[in-house]
């Protein structure tokens, strides 16, 4: 086992939308940005010594995700989003993205919750560039939850124990 094995790569990923229909395309995702999360903090002027201010955690802010590929034409997320986008009908829905090892197992996951479409954006064509033609999808989402193997068996240890 190389340390290789051990550290995890950028670029080996896996992003699940929990909708149907999908089609293969719909989890050929190249890039993905954004997952990040920031406490508001909310400032305290201490009452004794005017010396200090204390910072207060809020609340929990979560930045947009932006997803890129190659354009698809037949796909069921850009179905998703073209209803969301052209009709006003959202449909919020989970996502799953996966950080993958070698042996295409994750390692992390973050479970995205309630996520709507928020833009959707086509890259521009020039007929002086060799490139694809790209799409990138900004999904604005309620919080995301992060999954690590060592959590799952326990949660699915503590499932089974309670169902017997």
């Known amino acids: 086992m ?10 080996h990923f896996l992003v699940a939308f929990e909708l149907f229909p999908q089609l293969p395309n719909d989890f050929a995702f190249m890039e993905v940005t954004g997952l990040e999360v920031e406490m508001e903090m909310e400032a305290r002027k201490e009452g004794g010594q005017n010396r200090f201010t204390h910072q207060l955690p ?30 006003f009908s959202f449909t919020p829905t989970n996502i799953l993205i996966s950080l993958l090892n070698s042996d295409h197992v994750p390692i992390n996951s973050w479970y995205v919750v309630n996520a709507i479409p928020k833009k959707w954006q086509v890259s521009s064509f020039n007929a002086m560039e060799n490139s694809l ?31 017997l």
């Open 133 to 163: 033609a790209i799409e990138s999808l900004t999904l604005s989402y309620q919080y995301f939850n992060i999954l690590t193997p060592a959590a799952l068996i326990s949660d699915a240890i503590g499932a089974i124990g309670s169902a």
């Open 2 to 11: 190389s340390v290789f094995d051990t550290i995890p790569v950028g670029f």
């Open 58 to 87: 809020v609340r929990a802010r979560y930045s947009d995700i932006v997803l890129k590929r190659a354009l698809f034409f037949e796909s069921g997320i850009t179905e998703w989003c073209r209803q969301g986008i052209e009709n």
